[in-house]
């Protein structure tokens, strides 16, 4: 058994104790020696101590060795052992000394006992000391470190989403426009429908039409007329203006409007609309945008011709 207190073990006194024969007038059995080592622990700490036996007789006895002079409670049970003249027998043995024992030094013997021979016993010592003072705990670890980094992992992610957000929205997929831009329907490729509700447009959400319109020379303003359709505009002829007492709102179908710039816009109820681009010089141009309420409609480009000198006038 080994010694599970840490500790050095030094040798004490030993004693060679002679094993004679009962009968004096009988050969000699041989001598028997017992060489045991002190022992030093803590209290309530198990030590292992080493007790070495030699014999110098000619055959291998049966000794059985009983540690005595301690608490019951402290002492291992009886060790049967063989001893040969060939080589020492080591024998380890394990003391418990009771938690609270008083520090000091305790003897004790090792007996052994032979069968027809007397009994012999050497004495060590045990060193009991005083116990070790318990370790202080750990200092707890502050929370407060691993509060304080996630904060910053968290400003440094969030900073980082709002730059790619701002320089490099297609890198994103929240920033991506998956939709692509539809072109203006013409009014060959428009299909009939039924006539839009003619509520009050006061009570109709306004949508905003946007484009964009050039002209070749002049700076005559373009005029642009917005009429309202229905079944029997949807002819493939150009839009005509409707009664401006059918206008409840300064940009109601049937109005007109000068844009003396490229960019123009409209706001307009929800509904089928022709819009008539004119200016003096040039051909006119007339395109159908189709609003919905809340709804994205796209930026038609418009463009006039100049109208060709006649070659013939004179």
């Keep these: 058994m080994s010694a599970t207190a840490d500790l050095s073990t030094d040798a004490g006194d030993t004693s060679a104790h002679v094993l004679w024969p009962a009968d004096p007038q ?9 060489d045991l080592d002190d022992g030093h622990t803590w209290s309530g700490c198990p030590v292992t101590v080493e007790a ?14 009983r540690v005595q002079g301690l608490e019951a409670t402290w002492c291992p049970p009886p060790q049967v052992v063989s001893v040969s003249p060939t080589a020492p027998t080591r024998l380890f043995v394990e003391l418990r000394p009771a938690a609270g024992t008083p520090p000091g030094r305790y003897l004790w013997s090792l007996t ?42 968290v400003t440094v992610l969030l ?29 060959s490729q428009v299909t009939p429908t039924a006539r839009p509700s003619t ?12 484009g964009t319109v050039s002209a070749e020379q002049g700076k005559d303003p373009v005029l642009i007329t917005a009429v309202r359709l229905n ?17 409840a709102s300064p940009e109601a179908p049937g109005i007109e409007k000068h844009v003396h710039g490229k960019h123009w816009s409209l706001s307009l109820p929800p509904g089928l609309y022709g819009l008539t681009f004119s200016k003096p010089g040039h051909v006119s141009e007339s395109i159908v945008v189709a609003t919905a309420v809340s709804g994205t409609v796209p930026r038609p480009h418009v463009r006039l011709d100049q109208i060709a000198p006649n070659p013939t006038a004179g």
């Design 26 to 34: 009988e050969e000699p059995a041989g001598q028997l020696r017992i």
């Design 52 to 65: 070495r036996v030699t014999i110098s007789g000619p055959d291998d006895v049966q000794a059985v060795f």
């Design 112 to 153: 052994a006992e032979v069968a027809g021979r007397p009994m012999l016993a050497t004495t060590a010592q045990l060193h009991v000391a005083r116990p070790k003072p318990a370790a202080p705990p750990p200092p707890p670890r502050s929370r407060r470190r691993p509060i304080m980094v996630l904060v910053v992992l």
């Design 159 to 187: 900073a980082t989403l709002a730059a790619l957000t701002i320089w490099a929205p297609s890198r994103v997929f929240w920033g991506r426009d998956t939709t692509a831009p539809k072109p203006a329907p013409t009014p």
């Design 199 to 210: 509520e009050h447009p006061a009570l109709t959400e306004m949508v905003l039409v946007k």
């Design 231 to 247: 079944l029997n505009d949807l002819t493939g002829t150009k839009p005509r203006p409707t009664s401006p007492s059918a206008s």
